[in-house]
């Protein structure tokens, strides 16, 4: 990638002003200028999404909705799996990313693929899920609690929740939890909060109030064009429970082992 597509997306990330009176029209001022360059300056900047798929292993025949998936990226990550899932949903509010969604399933002839221009909060897909991925979208969706709860809706019992994000962590996080300097608490969501972004300390605590646990990961990574620093991130993944409050004993998606490094908590079926 050129640096020159580094400056534009740099543009509309720290100097171009964001417009809009609803949510989905600063998004779309955010994204549409620096769609086409999206995708590769973000692969240095969002980090975990790959191992998050590798993680999650959906059978075949399984349903799986990747909310705030904008260009559709994240398919790649599926590899030779995508041909044996019933059907992939990459929901988005911003026309311009699933633009470049749109183009990329039709180029790679990914028939089991829908693009679906939607609110994260409230779009529900015609069948149970068994699967619900959020990429680095949880903390650009202001009610992001709803969406949360818009997914544990839309999970089949024992249907797998996915979440790779930015966060930091509270002042007195609990035993056993990564905790994160004033200045890491303070500088990171103010910058990233100028973009609309809003890392926060109450993502981690609400999944594991509504899902079973399998999987959590608190990690750190550089940021492009930043020389200082780090900028914490977590990998968590979950499992719907049934009726009390148990998931069931044969949920179909399961969890891969993988090598954990940083602060982690592995528990539930591992394959």
Known sequence: MSFFSDLQVLYHMALKPIRGDSHKDRLESFYAGQADAY?????RLLHGRQ???????????????????????????????????????????????????????????????ETVEA????????????????????TMIPDWFAAIDNAKQMLAVGGLIGVVDFYVARKYPIDG??????????????????????????????????FETLRLEEKDAGVPYVP??????????GRK?????????????SVTETEVSGTALAAGRIA
Do not use: C
């Not at 995708?39 to 692969?43: A, G, L, N, P, T």
């Not at 398919?75 to 311009?96: H, I, W």
């Not at 972004?197 to 999944?207: E, G, Q």
């Open 119 to 138: 609110d994260a909060t409230r779009w529900q897909p015609p069948q149970p899920a068994d699967v619900v991925t959020f990429s680095y979208s949880l």
């Open 39 to 43: 995708d590769e300056f973000r692969k």
């Open 177 to 210: 939890r990564k905790q994160h300097s004033w200045f890491t608490r303070t500088f990171w969501p103010a910058w990233f909060g100028t973009d609309n972004v809003f890392p926060s300390w109450d993502h981690v605590p609400y999944l594991e109030r509504h």
């Open 228 to 237: 200082f620093g780090t900028m914490p991130f977590y990998r968590f993944i």
């Open 241 to 253: 429970r049934g009726p009390e409050g148990i998931a069931t004993a044969a949920a179909e998606p």
């Open 51 to 113: 191992e998050l798929w590798d993680t999650i292993d959906a059978p075949p025949g399984s349903v799986w909705v990747d909310m705030g998936g904008g260009t559709g990226s994240n398919l790649e990550y599926f590899g030779e799996r995508l041909a044996t899932l019933k059907k992939v949903y990459v929901v988005d509010l911003s026309p311009s990313l699933l633009e470049i969604a749109r183009a990329r399933i039709e180029k790679n002839g990914w028939t089991n693929v």
